[in-house]
């Protein structure tokens, strides 16, 4: 009898541990209801969502210690520790907004504001968006984004620019910290080296900024912020390596001084394979070697005040060119290959006046330096900028006035005959200083309509007096939209050698026919921007442009009339940019995220009525994004791609003496064609993420459709031309996309904060 009573007494302990538990409640925000929220249980994978008036029921828990997670998307995520023993708990949760959907940016305007509160449209992109797809610098990694293309400029040195829908690189004005440090000379490199961990955000405007940004901000621009160093992790790191052989590493880590704070980061990357395969003799991708280091410091002030000043050393060394080349070849004529040195250094800060107005000095100074050969032909150039600036912002009434000076110094030399003089033949290095003055006028006459106007004054001693306004107005008959009217006009001096490549290779010879004068433009873009919740828990964001840009004085590079040429000068007619852009980011309640854009365009210069394609310019390009995280697994499912439509390519057709047509046996367009890539990543360890994949999922190169990318690449120092009035030149420009195809790559993130 006492066994079975002991053995019952066991039976109903066992019952009652077993017991099973439920957790109920409602999910609200501001008394609405959320439907379709995460709740969710980490430590034992359990979870649920709340149906349509906001209820959730977590069952067949067991009792003991919970921490249960409530999430939805605009909303900061809540978490609550419970204690399950002896009864079934109710819980409510009232969660509250972020702005996670409501960006403050400061590209537009200069001044921090909510990105759909602006006049001016800017995207913004995280460091989560270039996560989706991992690159070893910046540069690569705006490819995903919609109406932004990095384009390589040479099929050997790999070097290349930014195309904002559709306008060359020149166009694009690149900004760190709102700095413009990147241009010139430098255009090439200034997205290198700047370590992925650092980047707090990208914001990009598309369209003309010059009325608040000078020259060189024609087609819009990429403004890179970095992280404060009092927001950073303690220590960060982020190495990959691929299957090609590359090898990425990003350090990065804070530490204080007394009062001060810094954040220091080191970018190294590497690769040092010599691989042909599309059998040309040449190599498919550029070999590098490159380092980057970064500190930045912000002090803490008595006045509150902002203090920051940053400073970057950069040192790269790349070639390309035949396989078997070494540096003992270099400069010389027996093996052709095209070799780099890049020294650079960079200054740049902002100081807050200690005063009750809101008054700004920003400033910066960079120093380049690039020793290379491209086969026999030396180019050496230097090209120091310094630039200083002081903003006044105050608000009058209605009225949100900004008043602003700045100063330009520029210094460049080389060794072409950029800085040659055309009448004595003696060394001329371009040195030019460059004030400037600006007003800008934000009125938000009412809740609905808001205007913008600025104007800006440069005046170039080469050119005189240089006036550029702008108007904007903002529309928003919801506080989720916003429709945005952009007028603006912008102007652009011209370097040549350092955005032509083709003019350094020596295979042409330069023609510069008159004083150029520099390039103007008008531009007229339309946006609109839409905001929505889905009673579903789904949240997208739509935002469609249009936009027209005019030029005149347009200089445009002639390679047509004479195949030993290029000859510059400024167009008695005219150019055109236009086109359609259209994106959507959609956040579905189960979990996966998509983005998805494309943009139609025409970039095309007209002379005598007739209209020709610039080259190098896609009429349509796309790109997407799609993600999904599996919660059990931990696991995140990133699938990103772009497609691009043909291209113009410059290709050798000429007309000899004798009034014969020589034609070019490559292709003269390129096909449609896409790169995709596909990554998974792990993050069930503390701190620590693991992710890797495919990148160029489809294999595709240019030498898939045309394999005779370089001309004459049996005879690149042209010793066995027979008739150079029909024979084509040694020519490494004939590129539109990499030839590096498929690779794996796996890397591995760790964050100590």
């Known amino acids: 009898m006492k066994l079975f009573l002991s053995s019952l007494l066991i039976l109903i302990s066992m019952s009652l541990n077993a017991q099973d538990f439920t957790v ?89 504001v909510s990105r759909i509160e602006s006049p001016v449209p800017v995207e913004v992109y995280s460091p989560t968006f270039f996560k989706k797809n991992p690159t070893p610098s910046i540069f690569e990694a705006l490819q995903n984004v919609n109406g932004v293309r990095p384009q390589l400029n040479c099929g050997l040195c790999n070097t290349g620019d930014i195309h904002i829908n559709g306008l060359e ?28 961990s650092l980047v707090e955000r990208i914001e990009i405007v598309k369209g003309p900024a010059s009325s608040l940004y000078g020259s060189e901000a024609v087609a819009g621009l990429v403004n890179v912020i970095t992280k404060k160093p009092g927001s950073a992790p303690l220590f960060s790191s982020d190495i990959f390596s691929t299957s090609w052989g590359e090898f990425n590493v990003d350090l ?82 027996v093996i052709y290959g095209e070799s780099i040195y890049t020294k650079r250094g960079e200054l740049f800060g902002l100081y807050e006046l200690p005063t009750t107005e809101d008054i700004n000095v920003t400033f910066s100074s960079t120093t380049h330096d690039q020793n290379s050969f491209y086969g026999t032909t030396s180019y050496n150039a230097q090209q120091h900028i310094v630039f200083g600036q002081t903003t006044w912002n105050r608000v009058l009434g209605k009225h949100d006035v900004l008043v602003g000076a700045a100063g330009r110094y520029n210094y460049y030399d080389d060794n072409t005959p950029a ?43 080469r050119h005189g007096s240089i006036i550029t306004p702008r108007l904007a107005y903002k529309y928003a008959p919801t506080k989720n939209d916003a429709i945005r009217l952009n007028i603006g006009t912008g102007f652009r001096v011209v370097n040549l050698f350092t955005e032509d490549h083709a003019a350094l290779t020596g295979s042409r010879e330069v023609i510069i026919e008159e004083d150029l004068d520099p390039e103007e433009s008008v531009n007229v873009n339309i946006n609109y921007l839409m905001k929505r919740y889905l009673k579903s828990g789904t949240f997208f964001t739509l935002e469609a442009s249009a936009w027209y840009t005019h030029f005149s004085n ?200």
Do not use: C
């Open 554 to 753: 347009r200089i445009n590079p002639d390679y047509d009339s004479d195949v030993n040429q290029i000859r510059y000068s400024n167009s008695d007619g005219t150019a055109i940019s236009q086109g359609l852009s259209l994106q959507a980011d959609v956040n579905f309640a189960f979990g996966l995220k998509a983005m998805v854009g494309a943009s139609l365009q025409e970039v095309a210069n007209i002379e005598s009525g007739e209209k020709t394609r610039q080259p190098l310019t896609e009429g349509f390009n796309a790109n997407w994004g799609l993600s999904y995280k599996i919660e059990p697994a931990n696991l995140l499912i990133d699938f990103t791609g772009n497609l691009y439509g043909p291209m113009r390519l410059a290709t050798q057709e000429f007309t000899n003496e004798a009034g014969v047509f020589i034609d070019d046996p490559r292709k003269k367009d390129s096909p449609f064609w896409s790169i995709m890539n596909i990554q998974l990543s792990y993050d069930g360890f503390d701190n620590i993420e693991i992710y890797g994949g495919v990148k160029n999922l489809l294999n595709w190169t240019p030498a898939r459709n045309n394999p005779f990318v370089i001309s004459r690449a049996d005879d690149p120092f042209e010793n066995n031309i027979q008739n150079p009035q029909q024979d084509l030149s040694f020519d490494t420009t004939y590129v539109y996309t990499s030839l590096q195809g498929i690779r794996s790559f796996l890397g591995i993130r760790y964050n100590l904060f």
């Open 252 to 333: 990065a880590g804070k530490f204080k001084v007394g009062k001060a704070h810094s954040l220091l980061g080191v970018n190294y990357f590497n690769y040092n394979q010599r691989i042909d395969n599309n059998n040309d003799g040449y190599t498919d991708l550029t070999l590098q070697d490159r380092i980057s280091v970064f500190n930045k410091w912000s002090f803490e002030r008595k006045s509150g005040k902002a203090f920051s000043i940053a400073g970057r050393f950069f040192y790269e060394d790349r070639w390309g060119g035949e396989n078997d080349w070494n540096p003992s070849f270099r400069g010389g004529d």
């Open 169 to 196: 690189g020149p166009y694009t004005l690149v900004l760190i910290d709102g700095m413009p440090i990147v241009s010139g000379l430098s255009t090439v490199y200034g997205l290198s080296g700047i370590p992925n």
């Open 24 to 112: 109920s409640g409602r999910v609200t925000s501001n008394g609405e209801a959320l439907p379709f929220a995460n709740i969710y249980i980490k430590s034992i994978d359990k979870g649920a969502a709340t149906d349509e008036n906001g209820f959730y029921k977590l069952s067949n828990l067991q009792s003991g210690s919970y921490t249960i997670y409530v999430s939805f998307t605009g909303y900061n995520t809540h978490k609550k520790s419970i204690v399950i023993s002896d009864t079934s708990l109710i819980i409510h949760f009232n969660l509250t907004e972020n702005d996670s959907l409501d960006e403050v940016v400061v590209t537009g305007t200069l001044k921090p």
């Open 419 to 461: 800085t040659q003089n055309r009448i004595s033949d003696s060394n001329n290095p371009d040195e030019i200083f460059i004030p400037s003055i600006f007003v800008q006028d934000q009125w938000k006459f009412n809740k609905k309509h808001e205007i913008l106007t600025g104007l800006r004054y440069d005046y170039d001693n």
